[in-house]
């Protein structure tokens, strides 16, 4: 799994709107690069949902949030439009990026880790819990405690 202080491994791979998505896109502002296991399960909801309620608060101190699980583009495109999720989910259909961010589980599902990288792509902190909400608490923390960019 990449460190604290390693390059976040960049990818490229389909947004919920089947759109390209690439991380390196977002250099020079900060990123919650989150890995949930499956959309539609109660612990993804809640964790998507969360972000979701914050991220107007986290776009205001600069923040970007980038969700990825192996479900499809059209799995990806209904769970965002019901948790009301306006920053991209990413479908990694072939578990290429869970693969490179080592979180890939055993049953082929993403374990729930996120990555809080820094405006010049390194790792800066990583959050692995079972807890759906330890993830947005611990992002809203960095978030307000870097202020307002």
Known sequence: MPEPGDVAPDFT???????PFTLSSLRGKPVALYFFPKA???GCTMETRAFADHYTELQAAGWSVVGVSVDSVQTQKRFADKCHAAFHLI???????ARAYDVLGFLGFARRVTFLIGP?????????????G?????????????GPK
Do not use: F
């Open 120 to 132: 010049d792509g390194k790792i800066q902190e990583t959050i692995s819990a079972m807890t759906p």
């Open 13 to 19: 791979a389909l947004s919920e709107d089947g759109s």
């Open 91 to 97: 479908a990694d259909t072939d578990k290429s990026i």
């Open 40 to 42: 539609n399960t109660t």
């Open 134 to 146: 330890t993830h947005v608490e611990r992002t809203l923390d960095r978030a307000h405690s870097s």
